[in-house]
């Protein structure tokens, strides 16, 4: 969290910022310091990355929820500008005990934080709750409202777009998501392939299905291993041209093939060990190649789901926070132009074989060999 915060990459008060000042008293380490005392993991995996908490403080005297990670600590903690560590624990005890997303409940709340800022929420609204950045225990209240689905926490429950289209008076213009899905923890306007990420993936602003565009600046491990994929050079971070949209494409299809697995990305395999685990396990003597067409093929039909479900390409975009300069810290003045990334996006979509509306061709489709999925844009 320190090295994020030092290059831009915290998203703070609702993505206003990318830099918090608090950051050291919410980290990993000072939670492992002070609350931590174990690690934990799914059955037999060797990564271990479930922290174990225990904080009768907080009333959480059951480690079997686990305490939270880097998304978590980032969504509740800087995001809503709180820097009470203990408060965060609590938070994620809320979400994994109400099967809660914690980003997108993080998110939700710094921009309901925002709105109370601007006089689009008040006190009345709240039901007394002073909604304020940096109030620990008002985020917890409205989180258990959240949780309840009662009085605000009824209108927010549903994220940040329907809030937002609710709401009016503007607020749509801080509402920091992507088809609905609130931003993982990552700033576009440092990482802004992952920012073209955001805006084309057919589920929405999902840190976990492009490239982290840091890892590949120079030379490095990221970068030995994408050579595989036939990238040799670095590409810098805030480049939206061919090469980096070719990369995205690249681990796009192979993010996808690896959610087709339901394959952890923390485990450290790389490209060829993870075919050679399927051929193992399976006994499918597949090739890294054919593994990055079944990506593919997942990427075509959700986006042929999307197309029969009302979205177009209007809905390819990023919010407009991500467009505006940053004010201040390591990122000031840094943004994503919308001509940049309309640029990127059809590069994107001739990468893909789609059309400029972004729909998938039908010579797309016989070449993946799921032709029959034409039929389904055929009436519209």
């Known amino acids: 969290m320190d090295a994020f915060n030092s290059i831009g990459n915290i998203p703070t008060r609702n993505f206003r910022d990318g830099f918090f000042e608090d950051i050291n008293n919410i980290s990993a380490i000072t939670l492992s310091e002070i609350i931590g005392y174990k690690m934990e993991g799914c059955s037999t995996c060797p990564v271990r990355c479930k922290k174990a908490v225990i904080c009768s403080e907080m009333d ?9 990670e880097y998304e978590t600590l980032a969504s509740f903690g800087a995001n809503c500008g709180v820097n009470d560590l203990k408060a965060i624990i609590a938070a994620n005890a809320i979400c994994n005990g109400n099967s809660i997303d914690t980003i997108s409940a993080g998110v939700t709340i710094g921009f309901a934080m925002e709105c109370f800022e601007k006089g689009i929420l008040t006190l009345n609204d709240t039901g007394g709750i002073k909604l304020e950045f940096g109030n620990s225990e008002a985020m917890l209240q409205v989180l258990e409202l959240i949780a309840k ?99 995205f494409a690249a681990l796009h299809r192979w993010n996808n093939f690896q959610d087709c697995l339901v394959k952890c990305i923390f485990v450290p395999f790389n490209f060829s060990k993870t075919v050679r685990a399927v051929s193992a396990i399976t006994g499918w003597d597949t090739t890294v190649y054919e593994a990055m067409k079944v990506g593919e093929r997942a990427i075509q039909l959700a986006r042929i789901f999307n197309i029969r479900e009302g979205f177009s390409a209007k809905e390819d975009n990023l919010p407009p926070r991500i467009h505006t300069p940053m004010p201040g810290g390591h990122l000031k003045g840094s943004h994503i132009a919308q001509s940049d990334l309309r640029q990127g996006i059809m590069l994107y979509y001739e990468e893909m074989g789609w059309t400029k509306d972004g729909i998938p061709k039908k010579s797309t489709l016989e070449k993946l060999e799921i032709e029959w999925a034409s039929e389904c844009l055929e009436n519209l």
């Open 60 to 68: 959480i005297n059951d480690s079997s929820y686990g305490g939270p």
């Open 149 to 247: 689905r009662q009085d605000i926490g009824d209108l927010l429950a549903d994220g940040v777009l329907r809030a937002a289209n609710t709401l009016g008076q503007g607020s749509d213009s801080f509402a920091v998501h992507v088809k609905g899905l609130e931003m993982g923890m990552h700033e576009p306007r440092l990482k802004q392939g992952l920012g073209l990420g955001y805006a084309v993936a057919s589920l929405g602003a999902d840190h976990n299905t492009g490239l982290h565009d840091t890892r590949y600046v120079s030379k490095s491990a990221d970068l030995e291993e994408i050579k595989a994929l036939g990238f040799m050079n670095p590409i810098p971070v805030n480049d939206l041209g061919p090469r980096k949209v070719s990369l």
